[in-house]
C-alpha cells in the first residue's frame, strides 16, 4: 500500500516525510550515482585530456557539474523511480505550502550564521592571511560573459537540485528512519562537506548542510533546502565572480 503523501507545516518537527526511502535504497542510489558520475567523468577526459584555454576550462567545470547531476538522476530514476515504484512525494517533492514564507528569515539565518561561526572558527584556528586570489580569478576573468551566466545557472540551480535530492531527500530522510534526527542531520551533514573535498569550506558546508536538514524537517518539503542551497551558492558564485 502506498504511503500518504507527507504534509506541509508550520513549525519544526521530529521526523521527516512520510513514506521517506529506506537505508538500503538510498545506498544503493547513492553507490549507482558514484559509479555513473565516474564513468562520466572518465569520458569527459578522454574526450578533452587538456583545457586549452582557461575560458574553456570554466565551460568545462560547468559540463562536468552538470554531468554529476546527470548522474545523481539516473540512479535515482533507475534504481528507485523504476525499480521500487517510489513517488517524487517519497523525496520531498509535495506541493509548496504558506509555510515556506518563513524561509524569509530562516535563510538568512542561516546564511549569517554560518559566516559568522566559520569567520570565528577560522579566525581561531589559522590565525593568518587568507589565500591569495589565483587561478579561481583569473579563469573569470578570461570567460565570457556567456560562459559565466552559464555556469551561475548550474551553480544555483542544476547542483542545489541534484545534492538535495541525495543527500536530504535520500540520506538524510533515510538515516531518520534508524536513528534520532539530530544524529542523521549530523551524519549526513558531514558527509556532505566531506564529498565536496575543500578542506578550508568544509566548516561551512557542514553548517549549511545542518540548516538544509532543519528546513527539510520543519517544512517536510525538499523545497525548502534546495531554496537555502540555491541562495547560498548564488551568493558564493556572485562573490567569486566579483572579486
Known amino acids: 500500500m502506498q504511503p500518504p503523501a507527507p504534509v506541509a507545516v508550520d513549525g519544526p518537527t521530529d521526523s521527516t516525510p512520510i513514506g521517506a526511502p529506506s537505508l538500503r535504497q538510498s545506498g544503493r542510489v547513492l553507490l ?3 559509479l555513473y558520475a565516474a564513468a ?8 578533452v585530456r ?16 552538470c554531468g554529476l547531476g546527470a548522474a545523481a538522476g539516473l ?11 517510489l513517488p517524487l512525494a517519497a523525496l520531498g517533492f509535495t506541493r509548496p ?40 580569478d583569473d579563469v573569470v576573468v578570461s570567460a565570457n560573459w556567456a560562459v559565466l551566466v552559464g555556469v551561475l545557472l548550474v551553480v544555483a540551480v542544476v547542483t542545489p537540485l541534484w545534492e538535495e535530492v541525495v543527500f536530504r531527500g535520500l540520506l538524510f530522510s533515510s538515516l531518520t528512519r534508524n536513528m534520532p534526527t539530530i544524529v542523521a542531520a549530523i551524519l549526513s551533514s558531514g558527509l556532505f562537506a566531506v564529498v565536496h573535498g575543500v578542506p578550508l569550506l568544509m566548516l561551512a558546508q557542514f553548517m ?35 572579486a
Do not use: K
Open 32 to 34: 549507482f550515482t558514484t
Open 40 to 47: 562520466f567523468v572518465g569520458l569527459l577526459a578522454a574526450a
Open 50 to 65: 587538456v583545457a586549452p584555454t582557461l575560458t574553456w576550462g570554466f565551460a568545462l567545470l560547468a559540463v562536468a557539474v
Open 75 to 85: 540512479a535515482v530514476y533507475v534504481h528507485l523511480f523504476r525499480r521500487d515504484g
Open 97 to 136: 505550502s504558506w509555510g515556506l514564507l518563513h524561509l524569509l528569515w530562516q535563510i538568512p539565518l542561516i546564511i549569517g550564521g554560518t559566516l559568522i561561526v566559520t569567520a570565528i572558527v577560522m579566525g581561531l584556528l589559522l590565525r593568518q592571511e587568507p589565500p591569495p586570489a589565483g587561478s579561481i
Open 208 to 242: 549549511v548542510g545542518l540548516g538544509c536538514c532543519w528546513l527539510y524537517a520543519w517544512h517536510r518539503t525538499l523545497w525548502a533546502p534546495i531554496a537555502l542551497h540555491a541562495v547560498n551558492n548564488s551568493l558564493a558564485a556572485a562573490t567569486v565572480s566579483l
